[in-house]
């Protein structure tokens, strides 16, 4: 892995970034002993959370145009979009197979908590650089959890192997990569003022993260 600044972020905040990627939770789910009742808490709000990330996304997508000098950010970037696309209509179809009702959740504490952060990073007054590192962060705590479900050597069940599938596949792993490397490429180019808040959203998200599992995990 090349050495950019986010690499040196993981490194300086491994403590915290261990916790969010490899949190209880997803550790149950790779061991087999997963509590169903937890998965579904998770799928509920993980529901209430995609339908407020489509926006967040649409907004990264929206600077990119504006401050991006690199076309291929908005093709990466639309990529994510289109993914997301199936991604509510997957968890509509597993809210059936588990007898979950989506229209019925309430939000919990960790679920609005993180949606105020999204709010705060659509607004036209937060910069590319941190989106877009924002947007790096949230996807690569999913790619990086669910891959472990997906080792030859975890125990994860058969009803849970789409979910896993879905952020842990290599497709999903090589999309978070070119993520990374905009962000990088931006990172190394920002002013330091530019640099510290996404610093900011960069370890506010890894929390939020953690707080998310936890709450998931009951
Ligand atoms: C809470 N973080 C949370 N939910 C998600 N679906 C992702 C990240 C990845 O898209």
């Known amino acids: 892995m090349e050495r950019g600044v986010l690499e ?8 915290l970034y261990v916790e969010a990627t490899r949190h209880p939770f997803i550790l149950s789910i790779r061991d087999g002993t997963v509590d169903f ?12 959370f995609i339908r407020n990330f489509v926006p967040f996304v649409a907004s990264v997508l929206v600077k990119a145009s504006r401050e991006s000098e690199d076309d291929s950010d908005m093709e990466t970037i639309l990529g994510g ?4 696309h199936d991604e509510i209509l997957w968890f509509k179809k597993e809210a059936s197979k588990w007898n979950v009702q989506l229209s019925h959740v309430v939000p919990q504490n960790a679920t609005e908590a993180y949606c105020r952060l ?6 036209p007054e937060t910069d590319y650089t941190t989106a877009v590192t924002a947007f790096w962060t949230i996807e690569a705590v999913y790619q ?8 030859s050597d975890s125990k994860t069940v058969a009803e849970l192997m789409e979910a896993c599938r879905r952020w842990g596949n290599d497709d999903f792993g090589t999309y978070c990569e070119s993520l990374r490397r905009i962000a990088n490429r931006h990172l190394a180019n920002a002013q330091e003022s530019v640099r510290k808040k996404a610093e900011e959203a960069f370890k506010l998200i890894l929390q939020l993260e953690v707080d998310f599992w936890n709450m998931s995990f009951g």
């Open 8 to 15: 040196r972020w993981i490194k300086e905040n491994e403590g």
């Open 37 to 48: 009742s937890a998965y579904k808490r998770w799928l509920e709000q993980d529901y209430l």
């Open 81 to 84: 979009m289109a993914a997301l």
């Open 118 to 123: 999204l709010e705060i990073l659509i607004n």
């Open 144 to 151: 990086q959890s669910f891959s472990l479900c997906l080792k």
